[in-house]
């Protein structure tokens, strides 16, 4: 390598503290390992409590090869993972702690570049809000999902076919046992969830930003095609370290506004938003939650996948993947967006096959004619709020109900079922203190439970309105990520039972019927913050102060931004 390596900063030279640099890392490493080949870490997801990610250290195996075979150094870096079903109060909570962790152990660290091994929901967008905010060239690795899991004869969908079955359950239509029966058939393999929720979602958005190989995420985790490709990963991190091809290079508006493309054609989760917002503040690009439904609302829904459709991500690998998704709306991709690999991104799509029409549709032939992310503001968003129309009831998107209203989770678990709760299929359940402070950490509880009496009814979906996050898995009419949350003083915290709402979506609006004047009265809101954090110490109490709103993709305000990969000081 002829460039000089930063690795170099700690390993190069024959004063004392290059010789304790070098004398501690000697195990194994042959002598010429400190003299210009390049150190590539391995940021390692892989933990058996992230089950989704159980695997990883398998695909790092492939990655070190990669690495080695082209002459880098290789060297694993276990990193925080996050099991999205596991851990509590929510996953979301501790995104922003995985990515700062990561951040300053490649930052802190003698590396030279980074390949992001992640799967499970939050694990990818905290890695690459980390690599954003230390710049070093990255690629990454999904770990893709897993095999499509059967259950008398049918397929089961990670995520989705819970919740529908939970719900068959609460209305009377399946009994317990088979629900527990259902259990054992859901997890076919290993990999994350085989649905368009979050983990597919965003392995397939970080490809149309340009940071994976392209043609590799989403192929089944138990695929030996992605062992060759992590291989192939591996090489391509030693290039990119030659080229210092950063991710600064590839992250720009025009990769942000393709990723909008791809979430919008894929039916992607709506949680997305709020990573790439994120993503996109480390970077210093300027989105916002309206370039979403700017860009993205008018985009074809063209995968046929669970929540929005029938098929699984097996079926999506097989039929060619995000490249023939994409190619079908080539049109609307940005040209100038480059990709780890060197060429635009629409170069690459230009020749995809799509195998299966069915799964992938033709742009002439829609799942739905639009899909996306719609954006809705009104005196009840002042700075937004969104949903995803592919995954709602259409006769539900224009509609005006009283509202009946939960101050939290708990509250909500203890009457929804209560044969005296005042509530019918106009009614718009409203749910508050799941934001990002509220709650802490902005679970994904958006898509509540439909009262029972209405489910023996038949009722099948109902407007609800949340502060919180939907589980990219789940469908129905949701609003979501309500801005500013009821815990921060917004006007959610106002809205009282009885209360018409208005969700209006050709209009963009979401308002609650109120006179001006009577809202002014209702100022400040009641003293419902029993069920608001209060968070005394540790990470909470850090994340609660500096957390911002869902449109500012809940990042904690100090870490927006990059500090690039400086270190100023020696260790000795
Ligand atoms: Fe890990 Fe769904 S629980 S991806
Ligand atoms: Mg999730």
Known sequence: MTRELRSDQWYAGVDRNAYIHRAWMRRGLPADAFSGRPHLA??????????????????????????????GIALDLPVMSIGETQVRPTAMLWRNLAAMAAEEMLRANPVDGVVLLGGCDKTIPALLMAAASVDLPAVVVPGGPMLTGTFRGRPLGCGTDVWRLSEEVRAGTLSSAEFTASESAMIRSRGHCNTMGTASTMALVAEALGMVVPGLAGTPAPDSRLLAEAN?????????????????????????????????????????????????GRVG????????????????????????????????????????????????????????????????????????????????APLRPSAGIAVLRGNLAPDGAIIKPAAASPELLRHRGPAVVFESVEDLRARID????????????????????????????????????????????????CDGRMSGTAYGTVVLHVAPEAAAGGPLSLVRTGDPVVLDLP?????????????????????????????????????????????????LDFLTGSSGSTVHRESH
Request: charged share 25%.
């Open 507 to 555: 209009r963009r609006e979401l308002r609650l019927d109120v006179p001006a004047e009577e809202l002014r009265r209702r100022q400040p809101p009641p003293a419902t913050t029993d069920a608001y954090a209060r968070p005394t110490r540790g990470w909470e109490r850090l994340y609660v102060d500096h957390v911002q709103q869902a449109d500012r993709g809940a990042d």
């Open 418 to 465: 209560d044969p005296d709760l005042e509530v019918d299929a106009d009614s718009v359940l409203v749910l508050r203190g799941c934001g990002p402070r509220g709650y802490p950490g902005m679970p994904e509880v958006a898509n509540m439970p439909l009262p029972r009496k209405l489910l023996e009814r038949g009722v099948r979906d109902m407007v609800r309105i």
């Open 232 to 280: 192939r990963s591996g090489r391509l991190a030693v290039d990119l370290v030659a080229l210092d091809r950063r991710p600064s290079t590839l992250l720009t508006r025009a990769s942000f506004h393709n990723a909008i493309v791809a979430l919008a054609a894929v039916g992607g989760s709506t949680n997305a938003v709020v990573h790439l917002l994120a993503i996109a």
């Open 42 to 71: 391995i940021a390692n997801t892989a933990s058996d409590l992230t089950p989704c990610n159980s695997h990883l250290d398998e695909v790092a195996g492939a990655v070190r090869d990669g690495v080695h075979q082209a002459g």
């Open 285 to 364: 690009v300027e989105l916002t939650l309206d370039d979403f439904d700017r860009i993205g609302s008018d985009v074809p829904l063209l995968v046929d996948l669970q929540p929005a459709g029938r098929f699984l991500m097996e079926d999506l690998h097989r039929a060619g993947g995000l490249l023939a998704v994409l190619r079908e709306v080539s049109d609307l991709l940005d040209p100038t967006a480059l990709t780890v690999t060197g060429p635009p991104l629409v170069d690459l799509v230009a020749e995809a096959p799509r195998w299966d029409p069915e799964v992938v549709r033709d742009r002439s």
